[in-house]
């Protein structure tokens, strides 16, 4: 069974600037999650989709960040305008009864 | 949500010690689940833990949920190299579609000294 895929695996880039992320899901999960991972800590939801629907975005800063799943397969996250703080792993999970992560994107922003 | 904290921060070890690491919560929690992430990687789902007092075991692992629901504990017994990594607790929201929107606790960072 193929995992999460994820890119691209590392972004730098420098502050102000913009970055896009991909996720592609194990096939058959309805449920994707973005998670937000700073260096030392656990990670953190940031949004999840149900389809190409979101449920919960409670915690995805909307001013720079904005996500999206059109087909209700891939996701796409976007950062625009960067900050130094958004230097993170940003790690795709999908879900059926157990959870999936993706390997991450480590973004540094400079 | 449901917060979890999570001790030690870190812990070194000579193989062949046991390590445990603990969560705690200030209120009920519905389940636990246990996650490891190897250094440059993603966390794996190891276990999860539903019921009151329920003791799981991995080959080496051993997975505890208080008996008030309040607390949990992963226990690995003669650790070896291989179980080098960060040790994630984290609650699921409960029901619905929502099995993987996790809170984790910190993490403990678990060094084996060969």
């Known amino acids: 069974e193929a995992g999460v895929a994820q890119s691209p695996r590392y972004k730098i880039i420098e502050k102000r600037q913009s970055v896009a992320f991909w996720c592609n899901p194990i096939s058959g999960h309805a449920t994707l999650y973005w998670y937000q991972q700073i260096l030392g800590q656990g990670p953190k939801l940031l949004i999840q989709f149900q389809n190409n629907g979101v449920v919960d975005d409670s915690q995805l800063p909307k001013d720079r960040f904005s996500a999206e799943r059109l087909k209700g397969v891939d996701s796409t996250l976007k950062i625009q305008p960067a900050k130094l703080e958004d230097s993170a792993v940003y790690l795709c999970a999908s879900s059926s009864g157990r959870t999936y992560f993706g390997p991450g994107t480590r973004l540094t922003v400079t | 949500g449901q917060q979890v904290m999570q001790i030690p921060q870190y812990q070194h070890v000579q193989e062949g010690e046991d390590f445990t690491t603990y969560c705690n919560s200030s209120?009920?929690?519905?389940?636990i689940q246990w996650y490891k992430q190897r250094p440059g990687g993603h966390p794996v789902f190891l276990i999860q833990?539903?019921?009151?007092?329920e003791v799981k075991k991995q080959k080496r692992l051993t997975f505890q949920f208080g008996e008030a629901k309040k607390n949990s504990s992963l226990h690995i017994t003669a650790t070896q190299t291989t179980d080098v990594g960060t040790y994630f607790c984290?609650?699921?929201?409960?029901?619905?579609?929502?099995?993987?929107?996790?809170?984790f606790g910190q993490g403990t960072i678990l060094t084996v000294h060969p």
């Open positions: 209120t009920t929690l519905s389940n």
């Open positions: 833990l539903v019921k009151s007092g």
């Open positions: 984290a609650v699921a929201n409960a029901g619905g579609t929502s099995y993987g929107k996790l809170t």
